[in-house]
């Protein structure tokens, strides 16, 4: 027990370390360094991800040098949040560069459209849509829409990658919004 103790009192003086004005400001830095900006769709994230690593870092440093003159903690947090934050957004760009705009969602939409294909608009939109569409475009809708197949059944069944698979339904995403944005 003493120890869960002892690692809650340091997490503590982490947290009130970190949210002291003169301290805040280190995180602040390192955000305004990697170019993350209050209007940025990320910001509230970023700033709670690093809260959570300069609590981390806080409790690094403790534990390897005791007692903390401030003024080098700050110093030492600063370098580890840049890394650690860096780390942090280029595996969420990762992430976010898999998904597509054409999500899960608006593929059963266009499913459930297609199955009430009997209302002449819905089959006129189908129609309208595949008039855009690449051949490579067309098979891989019909992959996903006719054959309820996934991304890797229709990469393996058009012997292609994953990536350009989803390289194809961002493109047809992007006709979607361009040719149909009444449905967005």
Known sequence: ???????????QQAFTFITHESNSRVLYGVLKRLNVRPRDPNFDDAVSEGRLIYVAVFKDYANAFGDHDADALR???YQRLYWRLLDWLRASTRRLS????????VV????NTEA???DM????????????????EKKLLSLLLDEEMTISQAAKS????????YK?????????????????
């Open 1 to 11: 027990m003493p120890i869960h103790n002892e690692d809650e009192q340091l997490t």
């Open 75 to 77: 110093r030492y947090a």
């Open 98 to 105: 898999h998904q597509s705009e054409l999500s899960d969602t």
């Open 108 to 111: 059963n939409q266009l499913q």
């Open 116 to 118: 009430t294909a009997i």
């Open 121 to 136: 608009e819905n089959h006129d939109f189908i129609n309208r849509l595949i008039a855009t569409c690449t051949p490579t």
């Open 158 to 165: 058009l012997h292609v990658s994953r990536p350009t698979l």
């Open 168 to 184: 194809h339904r961002e493109r047809l995403a992007v006709k979607l919004q361009t040719h149909f944005p009444e449905f967005f």
